[in-house]
T-cell receptor
């Protein structure tokens, strides 16, 4: 399977614990995005990477959230000291952008990592 | 403030009819607009992309229009089938240096046999 892979698919944790999600994008894609989605809402942008550089972070991303993409391949999203409001589906997507700020095409999404904070 | 609005109420239609979903936006100047399909518990799947200088795009039973004056896109599914039942999301790419897609809330489509 050459699609976007996310792990774990489901995570249940107690408030105050740290959690980490991993995303493996499509191998030739240079852009990687993290979105968060709650029930009945569309995906909300959190952050994105071009290769290993994190180019933009949403104001939604508090200092408890950190994302990395070492070596421009897989990415991790860590949430420290989880709160019940962090319960959501965390979606990763990748795309191939050509030529600097050239317009990117479609995003390929993974199946998401659902977080439940008790 | 910037907004992308999709009808939050589910759209119920009979099999064989044409479904029309609306995406309205304010305070945006999108370079292009995309439509995605999302099934429950799954990630969104890309359907169509239409650029700001295009009026209409078609793909099989799907048609998208883009009116930058009205700030509106319409998404049509002709000869709808129960398998078309899903949530449909519109997403706009901002025409700035940073390339990110901003999604609407989605409209749920239910096609009855």
């Amino acid at each position: 399977d050459t699609g976007v892979s996310q792990n774990p698919r489901h995570k249940i944790t107690k408030r105050g614990q740290n959690v980490t999600f991993r995303c493996d994008p499509i191998s030739e894609h240079n852009r990687l995005y993290w979105y968060r989605q709650t029930l009945g809402q569309g995906p909300e942008f959190l952050t994105y990477f071009q290769n290993e550089a994190q180019l933009e972070k949403s104001r939604l991303l508090s200092d408890r959230f950190s994302a990395e993409r070492p070596k421009g391949s897989f990415s991790t999203l860590e949430i420290q000291r989880t709160e019940q409001g962090d319960s959501a589906m965390y979606l990763c997507a990748s795309s191939l952008a050509r030529g600097g700020n050239g317009i990117t095409g479609e995003l390929f999404f993974g199946e998401g990592s659902r977080l439940t904070v008790l | 403030s910037q907004k992308i609005e999709q009808n939050s109420e589910a759209l119920n239609i009979q099999e064989g009819k044409t479904a029309t979903l609306t995406c309205n936006y304010t305070n945006y100047s999108p370079a292009y607009l995309q439509w995605y399909r999302q099934d429950p518990g799954r990630g969104p799947v890309f359907l169509l992309l239409i650029r700001e200088n295009e009026k209409e795009k078609r793909k099989e039973r799907l048609k998208v229009t883009f009116d930058t004056t009205l700030k509106q896109s319409l998404f049509h599914i002709t000869a709808s089938q129960p398998a078309d039942s899903a949530t449909y999301l519109c997403a706009l790419l901002m025409n700035t240096g940073f390339q990110k897609l901003v999604f609407g809330t989605g409209t749920r489509l239910l096609v009855s046999p």
